[in-house]
């Protein structure tokens, strides 16, 4: 059964209170609901619109979002500098939720596809990285995890420019209220998710590591055709995860054994494929891989250059850059979410200072927010979910 509204364009989504926001175009469509353009009747603007399912599951979420986003923009980001989605109304029409956002342009997948999958300079990775980051520090400080960081996520506030805001924040949580565990969209779900460990903000910066690398070469770092397959790749490209998350991780032994090898330093094996789908009656289908290269530095290094890289100054400019987004991105990569650095880390990294990279980074240790150390500052308690 659908439990869509079926919007028109011309209609009029509004509340009792005189809000009136007229239908335009669609932006969009997801598991939430629809997002379409509006005019606000009263001030003229142009908003999107973010109708949710009338479903109690889509419409709770619903309501956390909006009260994640009140407490963000005002508490964390009252000048609205952090990369934010801001949150312009809510209201109740016809029994669906109508979340008014500011409208913005299109996502970072969208860019990537209409940039025919060819990847983005290093230039651009690193403004939008950066602004991520932002975004991230300030999650961090308001101790809020996304949840769902990805291309799709990412939206572009104009065509003709490259900043960017995070939005869909309908699957975040609280750092101290963890209880999902099927959470993140698969190609940028971390291992400590995978294995069913308890998880942290860490989660949110293994998926920006995702993202920088799928910008830089057009096509997902780790497109795993199922969960199995996602930690496949990860393991291929990165080695096995560490012993205690293997020890402490729920799902840990549908994919691991202990090892029997006399001769292997590791003490658990990834199941091979084959055992995988015997024991699980899960048909796994071969994995296909596309990227070229075993490791992170040859999947960045061994990238096509462009051909508008002509002299050889450029050329080592560019290996330069290459290589500190290889640190980068290792950076954020870590298997074990304790090493992971953390986004102020991450921040002063040569890859978004833009110095020179001259040896692999080693971040400065980081302070706690001031917000973990006056929990009351981090509290979404008495943030209205919604007006009218
Ligand atoms: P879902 O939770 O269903 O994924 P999102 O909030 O991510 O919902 O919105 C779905 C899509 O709608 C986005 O990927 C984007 O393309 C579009 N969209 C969402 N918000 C806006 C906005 N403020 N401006 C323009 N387009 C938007
Ligand atoms: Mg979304």
Redesign the pocket.
């Given at each position: 059964e659908n439990s869509d509204y079926i919007l028109y364009v011309n209609d009029i989504l509004g509340n009792e209170e005189g809000a009136k926001y007229i239908i335009r175009e669609p932006?969009?469509?997801?598991?939430?609901?629809?997002?379409v353009?509006c005019q606000d009747l009263r001030t003229g603007a142009t908003?999107?619109v973010?109708v949710v399912k009338n479903k109690p599951a889509f419409h709770q979420q619903g309501l956390f979002?909006v009260q994640v986003l009140r407490y963000l923009n005002e508490r964390h980001d009252p000048d609205d500098t952090r990369n934010i989605?801001r949150l312009l109304d809510a209201f109740v029409f016809r029994g669906h939720l109508c979340?008014v956002?500011?409208?913005?342009?299109?996502?970072l997948?969208?860019l990537i596809r209409q940039n025919r999958y060819q990847g983005v300079s290093t230039n651009l990775v690193r403004v939008l990285a950066a602004q991520i980051l932002d975004c991230l520090v300030v999650l961090n400080e308001a101790r809020v995890i996304h949840c769902?960081l990805k291309p799709?996520?990412i939206?572009l506030k104009r065509t003709d420019s490259a900043k960017i805001?995070v939005?869909?924040?309908?699957?975040a949580c609280m750092e101290q209220q963890t209880v999902h565990t099927y959470i993140q969209s698969r190609f940028y779900r971390s291992p400590e998710v995978l294995l069913g460990l308890p998880y942290t903000a860490a989660i949110d910066m293994w998926s920006l590591g995702c993202i920088v690398i799928e910008l830089f070469i057009g096509l997902p770092l780790f497109p795993g055709a199922s969960e199995y397959d996602q930690l496949s790749r990860i393991i291929e490209l990165l080695g096995l995860p560490p012993v205690y998350m293997l020890e402490r991780g729920k799902q840990a032994g549908i994919y691991f054994a202990r090892n029997d090898d006399p001769f292997s330093t590791n003490k658990y094996r990834f199941k091979p494929r084959e055992q995988f789908a015997r024991e699980s009656g899960r048909t796994e289908a071969p994995s296909r891989k596309y990227i070229k290269g075993s490791t992170l530095t040859e999947v960045v290094m061994g990238y096509p250059m462009s051909s508008k890289l002509t002299t050889p100054e450029q050329q080592a400019q560019e290996r330069m850059r290459r290589a500190a987004l290889v640190d980068f991105a290792t950076g954020l990569l870590h298997i074990n979410p304790l090493q992971r650095w953390t986004p102020r880390q991450a921040r002063s990294h040569p890859f978004i200072t833009d110095e020179p990279f001259l040896a692999p980074f080693t971040p400065p240790t980081d302070r706690p927010s001031a917000s973990s150390l006056h929990p009351r500052h981090a509290s979404i308690d008495g943030y209205a979910t919604y007006s009218g």
């Open positions: 932006l969009g469509a997801g598991t939430f609901g629809q997002v353009k908003v999107a973010k979002e989605l979340l956002f500011e409208c913005l342009s299109v996502n997948y969208e769902d799709e996520n939206l805001k939005i869909d924040f309908g699957s």
